[in-house]
Each structure stands twice: as structure tokens, then as C-alpha cells.
């Protein structure tokens, strides 16, 4: 595609339950972040993906966070027994190499929208 | 710790004015620094990228600078119009090349006609 895609826009869910989020990275970037976005703040790293590894995922907050990228482009962030401070737009964005000059300009998608009631 | 501070946090100019917006970093050892417009419900664009070698960066109206030493960056944006009404947000990408960003929480300027 021609840029990063996020699914779903918006997801509702329950307090304690299980939600998936998706990001498609622009075709060809082997790097890839999650950020999340509380209102009125600017967002916060959580995880960034150097193909199929996670190179740092020191801004998870806690082990009910997780995320995967099996084959080096699709990756699912996933949160478990979801708590209402998850409440948040969780942004995934993508660049062609994060250590070369040049190539290391990050794109980002519209986000998905979680609240947890 | 980098932090990133964004001044101010809201600005209102009228149709036509010259603007800049400030960013001020507290770690001068950057690898580039991204300012990024973001309009309600949206995502992130990005507008420009310095990297930590250059001094400055221009796209059409806007102009961006960067004095690492001084932990400062500055958004120029020239005859501003209602449409550039929006939410911006500066960045930046620390020397160790993790990858992540660290923003600011944003100036979100109004434009009126």
C-alpha cells in the first residue's frame, strides 16, 4: 500500500478483556514502531520492530502489552485483562532503515482508537 | 533523559502571519529531529526531517532549523493560512539509534481567516 494502515480505526471493549491491533508497514520498511497517544499529549514509544525482531521494547508499560511480527511486515500489538488507563489512540509507524541517513524518516498511520469501558 | 518541551502549547494568528514554533531538547546528542503536523483524529504527517548534520530543512512555506548545541529547533511557517490550522509536533531521534522517537506534546495553532 501506499502508506502505513492501522485496523481497526476504533475498537471498544470491556474492562479485563483481550484486544489485537494491527498496522501494515509501508512495502519495503523493515522498521516499525508502536507509540501510544493519550489526549493532549504527544505520543510515547512502546516497541520498535528491526524486522522480525523487537530491537527495543523498553516503553512497553507492562507485561499485559505485547506485540509480534512474525514475518518482518504485518505486526499485531496485543493487551491483555485491558484496564480503562489503556484508554489511548496507539499509533504504528514505519521507515526504511532507522540507521541510515536519509532513509530513517518515519511514517506513520491514522491509528486505532481503543477504549476500554 | 531526553525531554522534549514545546512552546507554547496554543497559538491563535491571523490569515497571512509569519509564525515559529519552538522545540527545545535537554540531550544535545540527537541523530535527527522530525516535525510532524497532526490534524484532529488524525494521524501524524510528517513535514520535515533535520538530520544532526544539517542546520536546516525547507519545504515550500515551512523552514525548519536546528542548533544541537543549544538543544533548540524552530518551525518557521510563512503566510499562514486557515489550512495549516492543526496540531504540531516535534521529535527527536536519540544518538543511540534505537529507533524511537521522543516528542513534545505539541503547539496547536489556529489560523483564523
Known amino acids: 500500500g501506499a502508506g502505513v494502515s492501522q485496523t481497526p480505526s476504533n475498537k471498544v471493549t470491556e474492562k479485563g478483556k483481550y484486544v489485537e491491533l494491527r498496522c501494515d508497514p509501508i512495502?519495503?520498511?523493515?522498521?516499525l514502531y508502536w507509540y501510544r497517544q493519550s489526549l493532549g499529549q504527544g505520543p510515547e514509544f512502546l516497541i520498535y520492530?528491526?524486522?522480525?525482531?523487537?530491537?527495543?521494547d523498553s516503553g512497553l508499560p507492562n507485561d499485559r502489552f505485547f506485540a509480534v511480527r512474525p514475518e518482518g511486515s504485518v505486526s499485531t500489538l496485543k493487551i491483555q485483562r485491558t484496564e480503562r488507563g489503556d484508554s489511548a489512540v496507539y499509533l504504528c509507524?514505519?521507515?526504511?532503515?532507522?540507521?541510515?541517513?536519509?532513509?530513517?524518516?518515519?511514517?506513520f498511520g491514522p491509528g486505532t482508537r481503543l477504549t476500554v469501558l | 533523559k531526553q525531554e522534549v518541551t514545546q512552546i507554547p502549547a496554543a497559538l491563535s494568528v491571523p490569515e497571512g502571519e509569519n509564525l515559529v514554533l519552538n522545540c527545545s531538547f535537554t540531550?544535545?546528542?540527537?541523530?535527527?529531529l522530525q516535525w510532524f503536523r497532526q490534524d484532529p483524529g488524525k494521524g501524524l504527517t510528517s513535514l520535515l526531517l533535520?538530520?544532526?548534520?544539517?542546520r536546516e530543512q525547507t519545504s515550500g512555506r515551512l523552514n525548519a532549523s536546528l542548533d544541537k548545541s543549544s538543544g533548540r529547533s524552530t518551525l518557521y511557517i510563512a503566510a499562514s493560512q486557515p489550512g495549516d490550522s492543526a496540531t504540531y509536533l516535534c521529535?527527536?531521534?536519540?544518538?543511540?539509534?534505537?529507533?524511537?522517537?521522543?516528542f513534545g506534546q505539541g503547539t496547536t495553532l489556529q489560523v483564523k481567516p
Open positions: 512495502s519495503g520498511h523493515t522498521a
Open positions: 509507524a514505519s521507515s526504511l532503515n532507522p540507521g541510515l541517513a536519509g532513509y530513517n524518516e518515519q511514517f
Open positions: 540531550d544535545s546528542a540527537i541523530y535527527n
Open positions: 533535520i538530520q544532526s548534520s544539517q
Open positions: 521529535a527527536v531521534h536519540g544518538s543511540s539509534n534505537t529507533g524511537k522517537l521522543i
Open positions: 520492530f528491526q524486522g522480525t525482531g523487537a530491537a527495543d
